[in-house]
């Protein structure tokens, strides 16, 4: 057996990793890079044809976002993934298609303006439709074959919808060996899905890294804040613009504020706008979901009749005119839109009609890799760039303390101590330089 790391090491974004035993190749995640590129992801150590499998801890992009680019090249294998990671990649990896394609044909509109060189999209929306065909959808808890010598299992992550560590068992000769693949580590009591499954047998692990160093405040009532930094904005005429990934985190967000109208935290009537179409598609998908994948409390409004989801003045935004029109809308709303780094999307055009404006807030609510635009603004820029035009700041920035789909330090943790015996190597990945380091001594000291 043979191990290779290719990305996400000392650093967040690109996750990816071959394994190569039993005279097969086998990728775990196929992520794209998002921020600024510190660590280039390493070249495969063999051709894209002759990749055999790919195994899918996710539907994030930054762990599935290149597998329409590994079709585009030659892969034709199978992709193992739960079945709700399947579900949300078929409408994920069409998005982010379609973003590369939209984001060439404008750089293209200036480069011909400027008599430059064009450019080519990364992947085409016919090279993410092509690779999921080979989507293979996999049952929690289930243990597979995936070739003579070579058995998988998907083990809920709890980080979301579909999310899963993966355990992988290899047979080479008289000896077995078991290798654990965290992928994201979820935090528990988070709202909706289930919290992280631990695993308690391994003879290696590579885990994740991304809240190393932090420990996240678990005593905040995310409703109360919520609902406070939207009263006081409200109270000044403005428009609360909370950039979101589509997946996931949209869906915490409807599940508060469905209790924050129920409650009547806030003294007025107001709109809840939901400009993605992607996020639209993702809240289906939740909702077809639920069984495998929803926690004791969210089940009992669905065992109800009861869609946790939905409030009254949810409006979905799908086409392109209606996202517009939204802001030609005087009254005080709440708008949510990807994407959830501020790196492309609608949440731009709302950022360029809402930054400027002191009465208004921009509330962040997940993690700001580095080299973004929504890491730029939570770090106090004053001027940002949108569509090539300068916009001040004057809204007030905001982050939700804590709320995040990854395990703190001491969730990382108890992961790690619930396996009954120390691995013989812990490999850290997936977190930013100085975490990986960090984290990787903490390993030591406490672990040995």
Known sequence: MKITFIGADHEVTGS??????????????????????????????????DI??????????DHSGLLPLLYARGFRGSIFATEATVDLCRIMLKD?????????????????????????????????????????PCNYDDKIELAPGIDVRFSDAGHLLGSASIEMWITEGPYTRKIVFSGDIGNVNRPIIKDPKYITEADYVVMESTYGDRYHNTSVDYVKVLAEITQRTFDRGGNVVIPSFAVGRT??????IREIKEKKLIDRPFDVYLDSPL?????????????????????????????PLVFEGLKFATTSEASKMINFDNKPKVIISASGMCEAGRVRHHLKHNLWRPECTILFVGYQAIGTLGRSLIEGAEDVKLFGETVHVSAEICQMPGISGHADVNGLIDWIKAFRGKPKKVFVTHGDDEVTEIFARRLNEELG
């Not at 190749?25 to 390493?42: P, R």
């Not at 404008?106 to 085409?124: F, H, I």
């Open 96 to 136: 982010s298609a379609h973003i590369q394609e939209t984001e060439a044909e404008w750089k293209n509109r200036k480069a011909k303006r400027a008599g430059k060189e064009l450019v080519e999209p990364m992947y085409t929306l016919n090279d993410a439709e092509g690779v999921l065909e080979f989507l293979v």
């Open 16 to 49: 990816c990793h071959v394994i190569q035993a039993c005279d097969k190749n086998i990728l775990i995640d196929c992520g794209m890079e998002q921020g600024t590129d510190d660590y280039e992801n390493q070249e495969l150590p063999m051709n894209v044809p």
């Open 279 to 307: 996020a639209i598609e993702s809240t289906n998908i939740f909702g077809k979901n639920t069984h495998e994948c929803f926690d004791e409390e969210a089940m009992k409004f669905i065992d109800a009749g009861i869609n």
């Open 52 to 61: 055999d499998y790919v195994l899918l801890t996710h539907a994030h992009i």
């Open 251 to 256: 869906q915490e967000l409807l599940y508060f």
